[in-house]
Each structure stands twice: as structure tokens, then as C-alpha cells.
């Protein structure tokens, strides 16, 4: 059984910095994906980034270059650098996997909340 368990959120001010960390669990395969997803009060679940087994990465245009998703392949560990936080990355962050096949399955950590103020 995948389990996913992120850590590392709180609060931060505006300006700066915070990393979130998600270890995952159980039988994992070589050809995954995994991502941190978000979401703000009264707004839908989105994308952040992700990055591929091979590293490959990808980025919500507004975090790009602020924001940098990494893996430790022998810990089954993803993280995301979040730097320059504005009020506007206050959300639960979800940590998610799955592969790079047809109808593979999806797997959701329980959130850890973000909160950016002064």
C-alpha cells in the first residue's frame, strides 16, 4: 500500500521562505510522477509542479523561479523550495504520485496547510 505524508508547512511571512518535504511509502514503481498540488480557500486543487523519475520538472507559471520541486530517489522523498512566498501561496499542499502508464493509479497525501502573513 503507497502512503504519502507531507511535512513542513506553517507559517511564514511574506518574503520568505519554507520546505515542504513528502516521503513516500510502500511498492513504488520506476516510471512515476510525482507532484505538490494546492488549494487556496474557496478556489480549486492546482497543479504546482511536478517532476519525472528521470527529473524533469514543470512549474505553475506564477511560482516559476521562485519555487523548485526536487526528489531523493533513494529516500522516496520529493520537497519544494518555496521562496519569495506571497500571501497569495496561502493553501493546503498536497503531495501526489502516480505513473507515467495508462489508468495508473493516483495517490494523495493528507495535506499540510501553508499559511503566508505578516
Known amino acids: 500500500q503507497v502512503q504519502l505524508r507531507e511535512s513542513g508547512g506553517g507559517l511564514v511571512h511574506p518574503g520568505g521562505s519554507l520546505r515542504l518535504s513528502c516521503i513516500v511509502s510502500?511498492?513504488?514503481?520506476?516510471?512515476?510522477?510525482m507532484a505538490w498540488y494546492r488549494q487556496a480557500p474557496g478556489k480549486e486543487r492546482e497543479l504546482v509542479a511536478d517532476?519525472?523519475?528521470?527529473?524533469?520538472?514543470n512549474y505553475l507559471d506564477s511560482v516559476k523561479g521562485r519555487f523548485t520541486i526536487s526528489k531523493d530517489n533513494a529516500k522516496n522523498t520529493v520537497y519544494l523550495q518555496m521562496d519569495s512566498v506571497s500571501p497569495e501561496a496561502t493553501a493546503v499542499y498536497y503531495c501526489?504520485?502516480?505513473?507515467?502508464?495508462?489508468?495508473?493509479?493516483?495517490?494523495w497525501g493528507q495535506g499540510t496547510q501553508v499559511t503566508v502573513s505578516s
Open positions: 501526489y504520485m502516480s505513473y507515467r502508464f495508462p489508468s495508473a493509479p493516483s495517490y
Open positions: 517532476i519525472t523519475i528521470g527529473g524533469t520538472t
Open positions: 510502500g511498492t513504488i514503481f520506476r516510471n512515476n510522477v
